[in-house]
């Protein structure tokens, strides 16, 4: 039968607390613009939703490890507003990751209501510096 656990958000480990978060957004970002300036036959472009929510780890009936919920569900959708290189966030996950970050508000704009799937609204910010070229600002 399928196994299903609650893992909160977020764990003990020190990669997991808000301070963190953007400069990983940021150097991931950054690697993958340096990737994409050493090769000429294709590009990798990617865009971020983040939100604050349960995700469950459970086995399906092959065995196989899943991730669903909330966290995951609203992550994707706030994604799909974005294009190439955006960093979406919503108000929950703007007043977790700005809470730990002294210097939220040179990174942080918000964007207003957005309604997404099953009518649902979503108010969004938006992660970008145009100086360290981090995100999208359209």
């Known amino acids: ?36 300036n050493s090769i000429t036959d294709f590009r990798f472009e990617f865009r971020t939703g983040l939100h604050v929510g349960p995700v469950y780890k459970y086995s399906d009936v092959n065995g196989n490890l899943n991730f669903a919920g909330n966290g995951i ?11 190439e290189w955006h960093i979406l966030c919503s108000r929950e996950a703007f007043h977790y990751l700005g809470s730990g970050y002294s210097n939220h508000k040179k990174y942080f704009f918000e964007l207003g209501e957005y309604k997404v799937k099953h009518n649902v609204d979503l108010h969004i910010y938006n992660l970008y510096n145009k100086e360290e070229e981090i995100g999208n600002a359209v």
């Not at 196994?3 to 997991?16: A, E, G, K, Y």
Request: avoid cysteine; charged fraction near 20%; charge should be neutral.
């Open 73 to 83: 569900n609203i992550s994707q959708r706030i994604m799909n507003i974005g294009d």
């Open 1 to 36: 039968g399928a196994h299903r656990d609650l893992h909160p958000f977020p764990t003990t480990r020190s990669s997991d607390l808000p301070e963190t978060f953007i400069p990983i957004i940021i150097s991931i970002q950054k690697s993958v613009k340096e990737y994409n």
